[in-house]
Nanobody, 115 residues
Framework: QVQLVESGGGLVQPGSSLRISCTASGSEFESYVLGWYRQPPGKRRAWIAAITSGGNIDYADSVQGRFTISRDNAKNTVYLQMNNLKPEDTAVYFC?????????WGQGTQVSVSS
């Protein structure tokens, strides 16, 4: 069973930057498609970014231009660099991945944006 573990969340001020990480167990990481989702308080979980094993990337309109997804296969880690954070970015952020995007899920990390 593959485990995904997020880290790096926290409380930041509007306009700040934050990078969150997700590290996977197992030996097939470089074959995985990986993604980030978020779930704001009282709302449904929504997809925001994905990166394929070949490095193709896609973003939801809500984060396009502010967030950057990347991966380091040597570290079995996928990152989400978040710039110019806004209060509406407050959410629990989840990573997912596998041979299918939703095969495996992390437990989530809280990101709160507030002054």
């Amino acid at each position: 069973q593959v485990q995904l573990v997020e880290s790096g969340g926290g409380l930041v001020q509007p306009g700040s930057s934050l990078r969150i990480s997700c590290t996977a167990s197992g030996s097939e990481f470089e074959s995985y498609v990986l993604g980030w989702y978020r779930q704001p308080p009282g709302k449904r979980r929504a997809w925001i970014a994905a990166i394929t094993s070949g490095g193709n990337i896609d973003y939801a309109d809500s984060v396009q231009g502010r967030f950057t997804i990347s991966r380091d296969n040597a570290k079995n880690t996928v990152y989400l660099q978040m710039n110019n954070l806004k209060p509406e970015d407050t959410a629990v952020y989840f990573c997912s991945g596998g041979l299918g995007l939703n095969d495996y899920w992390g437990q989530g990390t809280q990101v709160s944006v507030s002054s």
